[in-house]
């Protein structure tokens, strides 16, 4: 049902997720040089004082692809509440996604990183931690649709 705790954490990772799309994952700033890096969800940007950024989405836009996909399947899982364990199993699906997801947003970093230019001012922004957050909300809600069915099978048992 619609009115269950789990619902709840279903909706923060869902917005979570969304609002993470908008946020950079990793960013670094040169004040000598005003050079500027950020990676998000859909790319690179970089930005050189004086210069129009250059955004390179490749392959980085796998990123945003995951997420996307991460959110649509949170909202499935949202609205398939007559069905428990078929829920828990798209829970369980997309919290492996989003650690996926997770995993090779630090990969980029760490791989692409030698090649960015790396300042005092560099680290992880508030899209790698939305993305920390809807795992641990959907890993929640799975628990607790977890524990509805262990509720109505032990109930069912007494009938």
């Not at 990772?13 to 050079?35: D, N, Q």
């Not at 969800?41 to 004086?50: K, L, N, P, R």
């Not at 499935?76 to 364990?85: D, G, I, W």
């Not at 829970?91 to 989003?98: C, I, K, Q, V, Y």
Request: a positive charge; glycine letters at 10%.
């Amino acid at each position: 049902m619609l009115q269950r705790v789990q619902t709840l954490f279903l909706a923060l990772a869902v917005a979570l997720l969304g609002g993470g799309l908008y946020f950079p994952l990793w960013a670094s700033y040169l004040k000598e040089t005003g050079e500027a890096q950020a990676l998000y969800f859909y790319g690179h940007e970089h930005i050189v004082a004086g210069s129009n950024p250059v955004m390179e989405n490749m392959p980085f836009a796998v990123l945003g692809v995951l997420s996307v996909i991460s959110i649509l399947i949170g909202i499935y899982e949202l609205v398939s509440f007559k069905n428990r364990m078929f829920q828990m199993k798209l829970g369980m699906g997309n919290t492996m996604l989003m650690l996926l997801n997770l995993g090779l947003s630090i990969y980029f970093v760490f791989t692409n990183g030698k090649d960015w230019t790396v300042g005092p001012d560099t680290m992880y922004r508030a899209g790698i931690f939305m993305l920390m957050g809807a795992v641990v909300c959907n890993q929640i809600a799975t628990r607790f649709i977890k524990r509805d069915e262990e509720l109505v099978r032990s109930v069912d048992r007494i009938r």
